[in-house]
């Protein structure tokens, strides 16, 4: 198994190269807009879920193949990054390897231990998540290990803002009729206060996510949270891509292993991997035909996705 993927369209990072920690899907959280669907194992213990090396090894020939292609090297993957203790291994590894920086996307879970928050010091980006801040709405979207606490892992992301000189990037995901209240709002606000983060990146449903119920808010519902954070928030807005192309080999394994990890638009396909839209139909429609991949509508957008057991 490869521990790299991508490049991907990251609506944040720009082409951003994925890098895998964790065996699919294991977690602290079940969420209930995971693109990547329901956590298999659900757990807080930490451990070398991939040895260090081996991650190494592919973030290298990947760097080989797309080197100034890449905008970031993101560590996130299948399931929440900081439950790999190779993980501060794998930060100062790449940070020799390249200039190139180094973002970890996490959940946030486990930022109240001090050896979490020492092994992301390294890193140039922390893309921490915050969905929720009162206990029931935490549990409902977020569905976490029975062991965590909401007020836990908010004070966990105000001690890592003391000590951490890197830039903190804070997701909010709204999902209509479950986060979204002027009440959780409000709390909200008082956390971010807490938190001190460089941004608050405010984000909605925008694939097929592990419930059904999980669904995107309007444009007009979120710039109303944003101005009512009275924070220094803003939008996510929509990946924009060049174009140019960039020489690939095996470019089915690549969009395969690229719709294993999340479902993809051929839109975001193409500018991930330097595709003519042309090129990319093609290639989707042969994957289709030999039964590796499938398709569906959500948000009136087409999605591709693995096939099962493809």
């Not at 996130?76 to 200039?99: D, F, Y």
């Not at 000189?165 to 997701?171: Q, R, T, Y």
């Not at 592990?210 to 669904?215: H, L, R, S, V």
């Not at 470019?251 to 396909?269: A, F, G, M, N, Q």
Request: proline residues 5%; glycine residues 6%; aromatic residues 6%.
């Amino acid at each position: 198994m490869k521990h790299t993927y991508g490049p991907v369209p990251s609506r944040r990072l720009g082409r951003s190269l994925g890098v895998d920690l964790i065996p699919k899907k294991i977690c602290t959280y079940d969420c209930i807009y995971c693109q990547i669907g329901r956590t298999t194992l659900c757990t807080i213990e930490r451990k070398e879920y991939v040895p260090a090396r081996t991650i190494l090894r592919d973030v290298k020939e990947a760097l080989q193949e797309w080197g100034d292609k890449i905008d970031y090297i993101a560590i996130s993957g299948s399931g929440e990054p900081t439950l790999n203790t190779a993980i501060k291994k794998v930060i100062q590894g790449i940070k020799k390897m390249t200039a190139i920086p180094v973002a970890v996307i996490t959940n946030s879970s486990l930022l109240h231990l001090e050896e979490v928050r020492q092994a992301l010091r390294a890193a140039d980006v922390i893309m921490p998540s915050l969905d929720a801040v009162t206990p029931a709405v935490f549990q409902t979207i977020n569905r976490p290990h029975p062991s965590l606490e909401i007020e836990q892992i908010i004070q966990g992301l105000a001690a890592f803002r003391e000590t951490y000189k890197g830039h903190i990037w804070l997701e909010i995901l709204l999902s209509r009729g479950v986060n979204d209240a002027q009440e959780e709002i409000e709390r909200m606000q008082e956390a971010i206060r807490i938190i001190r983060p460089d941004k608050v990146q405010l984000n909605t449903v925008a694939r097929p996510g592990a419930e059904d119920y999980a669904a995107a808010l309007s444009p007009d519902q979120m710039e109303q949270i944003k101005n009512a954070l009275d924070a220094d928030a803003e939008i996510i807005a929509e990946f924009e891509g060049d174009r140019h192309l960039i020489p690939s080999k095996d470019i089915e394994e690549k969009v395969i292993r690229i719709i294993k990890r999340r479902p993809e638009t051929p839109d975001d396909l193409a500018k991930a991997l330097g595709l003519h839209d042309l090129e990319i139909v093609k290639i989707l429609e042969k994957l289709a035909k030999d039964g590796k991949v499938t398709y569906r509508v959500f948000n009136q957008r087409l999605y591709y996705e693995a096939a099962k057991g493809g």
